[in-house]
């Protein structure tokens, strides 16, 4: 638990901005986040008090914006070399 926000073992003690999640080999789920002073990536287990709906939010991004046209998943287009 931060003792003030963003202490969280990096040295630039910036804010932490939740950016996706990631399921742990045990299936424990983890909120990755990044330092926005610099730019530093950790993983913090989920806690009982956590949003679920922000957690979903976060799992299903993406999904919601993929990095590539989802024209590319239409039938056959696997098929295709290119």
């Known amino acids: ?6 202490d969280r ?8 901005k939740p950016i996706a999640v ?3 080999s045990d299936g424990e789920w983890a909120i990755v986040h990044r330092y926005a002073k610099c730019d ?3 993983t ?4 009982g008090d956590d949003n679920e709906l922000a957690l ?3 799992a299903v991004r993406p999904l919601a914006s ?3 046209p989802l024209e590319r ?3 056959g287009h696997l098929d295709r070399d290119e």
């Open 66 to 68: 993929p990095p590539f």
């Open 73 to 75: 998943l239409a039938p």
């Open 44 to 47: 913090n287990r989920i806690a």
């Open 22 to 24: 990631s399921v742990r």
């Open 1 to 6: 638990m931060d003792r003030q926000t963003g």
């Open 9 to 16: 073992r990096l040295g630039c003690k910036g804010l932490m």
């Open 56 to 58: 979903m939010s976060l």
């Open 40 to 42: 530093g990536i950790r």
